[in-house]
């Protein structure tokens, strides 16, 4: 049987080290959509012909406007009780990272300072060709895929399939989970690797897992709590009760 609240309770007034190690899932109420499970990106497109670099140079324009659409949705977008609730909590805990596949940039504007972005940051681009940096105002907003000065084609800053991880970031986030005394593991499948490899390296070096998602997932066997419901209902209460035992 899963632990219960007061457990919860009591490993988190315990603890000085968090991680938050987050997926799509705790941007949906923010009007985000995620990639799996009801409602998800991947139900309707392909991510084969979307999410990946040959998709991109076959054509460019239809990924560029895939991340432009993407881009106006964030830019009406606010970061929910859930990434706000993370960054308060820097006030209750002594360490606080936040391990995110999220490509969204809502963490940082709900004022987390500690964040390592597994897969990118949809704000930033690059060019494919001489690897030079564009953040968002500086190509046009428009949906067909921008080139560089060089000639090279600008892509978005973030990790397809096949790619690498950022490594400093991943060595980084592999140590915070190695450190960490407990994990919250929030919004996400758990079915993207290496990422997904996380919350086991954090159970191997014996932090407390606690799993927040409206559905069981690939990893729910594996953690010590399991609360099921929406990250930005139940995420705010829990920290709240913390704050207030401290
Ligand atoms: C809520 C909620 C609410 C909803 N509250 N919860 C076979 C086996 C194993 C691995 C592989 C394999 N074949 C290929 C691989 C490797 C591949 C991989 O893992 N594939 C698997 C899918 C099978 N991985 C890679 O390719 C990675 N690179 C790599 O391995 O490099 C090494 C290498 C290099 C070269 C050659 C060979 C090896 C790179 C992975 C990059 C992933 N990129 C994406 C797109 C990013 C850019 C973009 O945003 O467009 O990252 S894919 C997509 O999935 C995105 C996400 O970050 C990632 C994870 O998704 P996430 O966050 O878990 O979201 P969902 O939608 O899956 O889940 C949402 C959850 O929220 C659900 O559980 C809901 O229930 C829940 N939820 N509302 C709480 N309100
Ligand atoms: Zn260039």
Not at 43 to 65: G, Q, T, Y
Not at 167 to 184: G, K, L, P, Y
């Amino acid at each position: 049987m899963k632990d219960t609240r007061e457990k919860i309770l009591q490993k988190l007034l315990d603890a000085e080290s968090v991680v938050y190690f987050t997926g799509a899932g705790i941007s949906a109420e923010s009007g985000i959509a995620t990639f799996r499970g009801a409602g998800g990106i991947w139900n309707k497109l392909k991510p084969e012909e979307l999410a990946n670099f040959d998709a991109f140079l076959r054509n460019p324009d239809m990924v560029w406007e895939w991340y432009q659409y993407r881009r106006s949705v964030l830019k009406d977008a606010q970061p929910n009780a859930a990434h706000l609730a993370i960054a308060q909590s820097e006030n209750i805990f002594q360490n606080v990272t936040v391990v995110t596949q999220n490509v969204d940039n809502l963490h940082k504007r709900a004022g987390s300072t500690n964040i390592y972005e597994l897969h990118g940051n949809i704000e930033r681009n690059f060019c494919v060709r001489c690897h030079t940096y564009y953040n968002l105002p500086d190509v046009p907003f428009e949906n067909k895929a921008p080139k560089c000065e060089c000639g090279g084609l600008i892509r978005p800053d973030v990790v397809w399939f096949g790619e690498m991880l950022p490594q400093e970031i991943f060595s980084a986030s592999e140590d915070a989970a190695m450190n960490c005394d407990v994990m919250f593991i929030i919004g996400t499948s758990a079915v993207v690797y290496p990422a997904a490899r996380i919350p086991g390296l954090a159970r191997r070096h014996g932090a407390y897992l606690i799993e927040i998602n409206i559905e069981p997932t690939e990893i729910s066997y594996t953690v010590d709590a399991s609360l099921m419901g929406k990250a930005g209902e139940i995420l705010p209460g829990l920290l709240n009760d913390v704050k207030s035992r401290k």
